[in-house]
């Protein structure tokens, strides 16, 4: 028989006994989106006395209206500023999460713009969703409209993320690359452990099957697995009113992001499980490298918010790439040439080394 065939074989095989534990797969893989999307989604919209510059160019009775109508909310602190570069200066800084410039035109827009500008960088994105609301509700009291923009650079302003999101299509990127990395480091390797345990994979060993063959099969069979996965997550966050703003094709690039991220996940897997035959080292392993990964691939808030010390691991970590694309997809709306040269080029990358050193490592553990 051919690599192809044998592979194709051991993954029917595979997936025989993924199908039969299937309601348990299932339920294990629905879990821990359930707590994290209704439990710490919830949490994302609980800010209060969130520090915003005002810049009133108007300085007519509706702006100023307009400005005491924000301050009557606990949610947010004024701090008046007399130029939008001050106040940009600021954002820049840090010193506020986000600006608000009232446009001359306020309360009527100008030549159909809105008469309000809001802007924020991406490190502030959970507490800027959490006040937009107030100050669309206030500006349309006034009978005007907002324009929210990401904190602009030297080359370019643009809109970031979509008013409709939140915290909760925020936190589901993460959790969506959290599932199919725990279920692939915890699937594949456990399932070569069992093999080997049972004396199954001693009996594959010894037949004329390929020996990558087995690999490639625990691989397909994980990458499988994580779409069952990814699909679970996402029908949880849309019960939760999350959406994809890109629409089918950002659902496509989830699926592509997801496999890649499993391909990655799937040979740390196979190495680990290579050289290590308990289950409970095993696992203790697996979680001291997958645990630290997802936690700094920003699945909870902007890698940006974390200190100095950890951002030469953020920016090796994969998963950061994946979390940050399926974001792209599923709140900006379109997944821009750099981004996605950035994110496939890193995760393409990494999952090639790993799929040709988990070969390398069973192959050399089973001469």
């Not at 608000?100 to 800027?128: C, E, H, Q, R």
């Not at 008013?163 to 390797?189: E, H, P, R």
């Not at 959406?243 to 690039?253: E, K, R, S, T």
């Not at 998963?319 to 709140?331: E, F, H, K, P, S």
């Amino acid at each position: 028989m051919t690599l192809l065939e044998d592979t194709l074989t051991l993954y029917k095989r595979e997936m025989l006994i993924f199908k039969s534990h299937l309601r348990t797969n299932i339920i294990r893989s629905a879990m821990f989106p359930i707590i994290f999307i209704f439990f710490f989604g919830s949490l994302g919209s609980s800010s209060t006395n969130i520090h915003v510059a005002v810049v009133n160019y108007a300085g007519n009775p509706q702006s100023l209206s307009f400005i005491n109508s924000l301050t009557t909310s606990r949610a947010i602190s004024i701090t008046s500023v007399t130029t939008q570069t001050d106040a940009l200066n600021q954002l820049s800084g840090s010193t506020v999460t986000a600006v608000i410039v009232i446009l001359p035109s306020f309360p009527k827009p100008s030549s159909g713009n809105p008469a309000v500008d809001v802007y924020y960088s991406t490190s502030n994105f959970a507490a800027v969703q959490t006040i937009l609301p107030l100050i669309q509700q206030e500006a349309a009291s006034a009978g005007s409209t907002v324009n929210v923009n990401q904190q602009p650079s030297a080359t370019s302003l643009r809109p970031l993320y979509g008013t409709a999101s939140n915290y909760v299509v925020f936190l589901v990127g993460g959790i969506i690359s959290m599932t199919v990395a725990f279920g692939m480091t915890f699937g594949t390797g456990m399932s070569i452990i069992t093999d080997r345990q049972l004396g199954n994979l001693k009996s594959f060993l010894i037949s004329p099957i390929s020996k990558n063959a087995i690999v490639f099969s625990k691989i397909l069979a994980g990458m499988t697995e994580a779409m069952l996965y990814i699909a679970i997550t996402l029908l949880i966050g849309m019960a939760d009113g999350v959406g994809i703003a890109m629409g089918f094709v950002g659902l496509a690039w989830i699926f592509i992001i997801g496999g890649l991220v499993a391909v990655c996940f799937a040979g740390i897997s196979v190495i680990l499980a290579s050289r290590i035959e308990k289950v409970e080292v095993y696992t203790i392993v697996a979680q001291v490298i997958v645990m630290p990964l997802w936690f700094l691939s920003g699945a909870f808030f902007p890698t940006t918010a974390f200190p100095s010390i950890m951002q030469p691991i953020v920016a090796v970590d994969p998963l950061t790439y994946a979390t940050q694309g399926i974001r792209n997809v599923m709140m900006l709306g379109y997944y821009p040439l750099q981004a996605i040269a950035l994110d496939m080029g890193v995760l393409l990358s990494v999952a090639a080394a790993l799929l040709i050193g988990s070969v390398l490592l069973f192959k050399n553990y089973t001469a």
